[in-house]
Every structure is written in C-alpha cells, then in structure tokens.
C-alpha cells in the first residue's frame, strides 16, 4: 500500500477565535478551571493518586485558589502549565498537536493503517523584534520548520514562499490556536487524501472551518503560471477553478479538523 506524504503549515489565527476574556477579578488560569471544571476535577484527582498528594494539597488544587509558583514540587507545576496551556487559543498547543500526530504517524503500523504520513512541518512567522527566539526554539525543538519574516511584515501569507520548503503530496494548513485528538484528524485525513488521490482534477479540500488541504501539484501549477499566490485562500480556490480544477468540502460540524472551543469563538 502506498504512504501518501503530507506537509503540515501552521498559519494564523482564524478570524473566528476570540482570545480569552477572564471575568473581572480573574486570572487566565482561574477562567481556564471555570471553564474545564469537570476535567480539571479528574486532573487533580489522578496527580493525587500519582504523586501521593496529601488530602489538604488535593484540596487547594480543587478550589484553584492559588498560584502555580508558590507550588513546591516541580512536577505538580509541569502537569498544571500543560493543563492550562492546552485549553488556552495559542500557536503553542497546535503545535503541540501537530508534533504529536507527526510521531504517532512515524509508526509502519500506524503508517499502514491511516495511508499517510507527515513529512515536514512548516511554520511562517515573524521574526520577533526584540531577538527574542525562544518561541522559535521550541517550534524547532518539536521538529518545525520556521520561515522567518521582517517584524510588521506577515500580513497576508504568501503560499508561493511556502511551497519550496514542503515535500508532501498533499498539504495541510492549519489554523493557529486550534487542536485536534489522533484518532478522529487522521481519520478525516485519510478520508480527504483518499478523495483528492481519485482524481488529478480534485485540487483542494475544505473543511469550512478555516482548514485546508491542497493537493501540492495543484499549488505548483498555479506559482508556474504566474497566479498570486499571497490573497486570501477563497481567491487561490477561485484561481484553481479557472485553471480546471475542483474542490470538495464538508460543511457537518463533525468533519472539521482542527477544534476550536466554544468560548473561543468555536464550536466544540
């Protein structure tokens, strides 16, 4: 059977997401407990039972009423940051995502099974005005690829800089902010690569929900015959159906890719 390639882009936020807004009083992370009190309770009820809590720790934990740095034990720390970062809209957590799906999708087995894996991650952004490269460092510590470009300059992204730096068959823009669980993206994603491989005329996939996925020979024909490639992704769709080609899509609610809370202007 043959592995289908695919390259990975993390883009900007999609104009939907609106960013966190604590109530009056609250910290991001008190919004966060608000908002996942159900999951926060499991949370602190498995690190008490893996860290041997004492009941009045397992207390604190519960009320939230306290600060991760007055916390002693570095793991307790480590696990709170994951839990807070994981449910807050920031480019950090797709890649955080990203990275996951890219090793699980190392594995023959998971290879076989799924038909694809992901070849590059790339990852456009501008390069921070102070030299400050941490966020640059960890996006490459997770296996990215990061296009710089000038501070003030990443208005709209330009697909025709992008193209040299992927190898996939297939290629997936993902929106900054936004998650995804394994099992159900590389299920659509078989499905979507499946759809775009019957036939050489399907160019583009669209989730409708900010998610896109071209087929990279489609892209290239394009930048060959002089399209702008740096407008809005509805005008590069209309750019593909001048030359011929088709797009596909869903609109269910269930098929979109990448999840975006309700609080965060998504829909799960």
């Given at each position: 059977m043959e592995v289908r390639t695919l390259s990975a882009v993390l883009t900007g936020f999609p104009a939907r997401l609106t960013q966190p807004r604590p109530l009056q009083g609250e910290t991001i992370f008190q919004m966060v407990?608000?908002?996942h009190s159900r999951q926060w309770k499991n949370t602190v009820e498995r690190l008490t039972s893996d860290y041997n809590l004492p009941?009045?720790?397992?207390d604190l934990l519960q009320r939230g009423r306290f600060r991760i740095e007055d916390l002693t034990d570095g793991r307790l720390q480590d696990a709170i940051e994951d839990?807070?970062?994981?449910?807050?809209?920031?480019?950090?957590?797709?890649?955080?995502?990203?990275a996951g799906l890219r090793r699980q999708m190392r594995d023959p087995m998971a290879q076989e099974m799924a038909g694809f894996t992901i070849v590059d991650v790339i990852v456009p952004r501008e390069h921070?005005?102070?030299?400050?490269?941490?966020?640059e460092n960890e996006i490459?510590?997770?296996?990215?690829?990061?296009?710089?470009?000038?501070?003030?300059s990443l208005r709209t992204m330009n697909?025709?800089?992008?193209?040299?730096h992927t190898t996939g068959q297939f290629i997936w823009f993902i929106p900054g902010g936004t998650q995804f669980g394994f099992s159900d993206v590389v299920q659509c994603l078989e499905r979507i690569m499946r759809t775009l491989t019957s036939s050489s005329g399907v160019a583009l996939y669209t989730d409708n929900a900010d998610s896109f996925v071209f087929r990279s020979a489609s892209l290239h024909d394009l930048a060959r015959r002089g399209y702008d490639l740096s407008s809005n992704m509805q005008d590069i769709g209309s750019a593909l159906r001048k030359r011929g080609y088709e797009?596909?899509?869903?609109?269910?609610?269930q098929y979109i890719l990448c999840q975006l809370e309700r609080e965060y202007g998504g829909t799960t």
């Amino acid at each position: 059977m043959e592995v289908r390639t695919l390259s990975a882009v993390l883009t900007g936020f999609p104009a939907r997401l609106t960013q966190p807004r604590p109530l009056q009083g609250e910290t991001i992370f008190q919004m966060v407990l608000r908002n996942h009190s159900r999951q926060w309770k499991n949370t602190v009820e498995r690190l008490t039972s893996d860290y041997n809590l004492p009941q009045s720790t397992s207390d604190l934990l519960q009320r939230g009423r306290f600060r991760i740095e007055d916390l002693t034990d570095g793991r307790l720390q480590d696990a709170i940051e994951d839990f807070v970062n994981d449910r807050i809209p920031t480019h950090g957590r797709t890649m955080k995502s990203i990275a996951g799906l890219r090793r699980q999708m190392r594995d023959p087995m998971a290879q076989e099974m799924a038909g694809f894996t992901i070849v590059d991650v790339i990852v456009p952004r501008e390069h921070n005005s102070h030299g400050d490269a941490t966020d640059e460092n960890e996006i490459k510590r997770m296996g990215g690829k990061v296009i710089s470009y000038p501070p003030g300059s990443l208005r709209t992204m330009n697909l025709a800089d992008i193209l040299p730096h992927t190898t996939g068959q297939f290629i997936w823009f993902i929106p900054g902010g936004t998650q995804f669980g394994f099992s159900d993206v590389v299920q659509c994603l078989e499905r979507i690569m499946r759809t775009l491989t019957s036939s050489s005329g399907v160019a583009l996939y669209t989730d409708n929900a900010d998610s896109f996925v071209f087929r990279s020979a489609s892209l290239h024909d394009l930048a060959r015959r002089g399209y702008d490639l740096s407008s809005n992704m509805q005008d590069i769709g209309s750019a593909l159906r001048k030359r011929g080609y088709e797009i596909v899509g869903d609109n269910d609610p269930q098929y979109i890719l990448c999840q975006l809370e309700r609080e965060y202007g998504g829909t799960t």
